[in-house]
């Protein structure tokens, strides 16, 4: 069986208990999946205007039910949205419920990457993708952007004590394989895509968010809960040739919904 089918039916397993169980695990944090899902976009959005760049067209890659399709739109200002997840249930659901002439849903098994998006975004995507799988995985993001485009990989830190926790507690991720953001940044440069900037979010839960203020002066220190590897496609075909392997087959992605 292709992976990306194994994946795909191992998250409709849990798609009807999905949200309940994601919120049994983020109940440790005080907050609710849509407070992590604008807190990562809106900080997305705030590297991309410090870059100066726009985020015309973005891949929603993992987007499960299309939880962060209202943030792509709002907050980055995209005009057209792509969401690919191996969960077919889950995409059915996220057309229902976002679907609209700007944003498309598409089957992992449908997609083809064709070099034409400006932003590739995904979380908690890469520590359910098998290791060796991981390379092949990040060389469709790379064949997904433009020349010059970006790809914000987000996903949990192992490091911080309180991702391990909410894991543990939630079935589909209590089994995964966690990657920091040292890993991360491996992945990203040998599929020649090339490192912009590396932060950690998320380091005070809502009982301590007097303190969320101090975060902006932590962001480099590996303590949040996620962090963000952010890189982009070299504009030379040469630069991005050079750590190039063979054109990757379908993995298995799926992230938070």
Known sequence: MPLHQEAGRHFDRFHAEYDEALAR?????????????????????????????RAVS?????????????FLLDELGAQRVVGVDVSERSIKVARQQHGSE????????????????????CNGVFHHVPPA????????????????GLFALWDNNPWNPG???????????????????????RLVEAAGLEVV???H??????????LRPLERRLLKAPLGAQFQVLSRRPRSP???????ATTPSSSGYAGER
């Not at 040469?238 to 190039?244: K, L």
Request: aromatic content about 10%; charged content about 25%.
């Open 102 to 121: 700007r944003v498309h849903f598409v089957a992992a098994r449908e997609f083809v990457p064709r070099g034409d998006l400006t932003v590739a975004f």
């Open 25 to 53: 695990g983020l109940v440790l944090s005080g907050e609710d999946k849509l407070y992590f899902a604008h807190g990562r976009i809106a900080f997305l959005a705030r590297c991309l205007r410090e870059m100066d760049c």
């Open 238 to 244: 040469i630069a991005a040739g050079t750590a190039r």
């Open 58 to 70: 973005v891949l929603d890659f993992g987007c499960g039910t299309g939880t962060s399709t209202p």
């Open 201 to 210: 979010l998320f380091l005070f839960p809502r009982a301590l968010r007097f």
């Open 163 to 185: 991702a391990r926790l909410v894991m543990r507690r939630i079935p589909f991720d209590r089994d995964a394989t966690m990657l920091s953001s040292r890993e991360a940044r």
């Open 133 to 148: 799988q991981r390379g092949e995985t990040t060389r469709l993001l790379h064949d997904s952007l433009q020349p010059g």
């Open 197 to 199: 900037r590396v932060d």
